[in-house]
């Protein structure tokens, strides 16, 4: 039987999975449509920031709530060590960015992995 905080968790892992699915949708589509390098890269940036930002609130509200469990704190934990890991390639990017220059293939790469590391970790808390 889910009690009410377990049933939110699963919730925001389900809105960051959909979140992280439609902003490949948006970077793929982004790709086809040929805009200026630009404007694809910022296209790209805010979906990411959007997407660690979700994963950021949903690891800062599990960790400080009392009614956490063992095993939420702990994934909470995983998802903060890979949001580290992101924000040290992601922040770098975000400047770039907005300076006008255009970030390389493998900073893109390397933050879409990372992403998609967190999306597995809330589909496995879903799933199990």
């Known amino acids: 039987m889910k009690g009410g905080k377990m ?21 793929l589509s982004a790709c086809g449509t040929a805009p200026s390098i630009t404007t694809q890269a910022k296209s790209q940036s805010t979906v990411m920031l959007d997407t660690y930002h979700a994963a950021f609130v949903d690891v800062r509200d599990t960790l400080n709530s009392p009614l956490s469990t063992p095993a939420q704190r702990s994934l909470a934990l995983q998802k903060r060590a890979i949001l580290v890991k992101i924000w040290n390639v992601l922040g770098p990017y975000e400047k770039l960015i907005n300076d006008g220059g255009s970030p390389g293939v493998e900073d893109t790469q390397t933050i879409n992995a990372l992403i998609n590391q967190l999306a597995s970790l809330a589909t496995s808390t879903i799933n199990h």
């Not at 049933?7 to 970077?27: G, H, P």
């Open 7 to 27: 049933q939110r968790i699963e919730n925001r892992m389900r809105w960051l999975v959909v979140v992280m699915v439609l902003s490949m949708a948006v970077m």
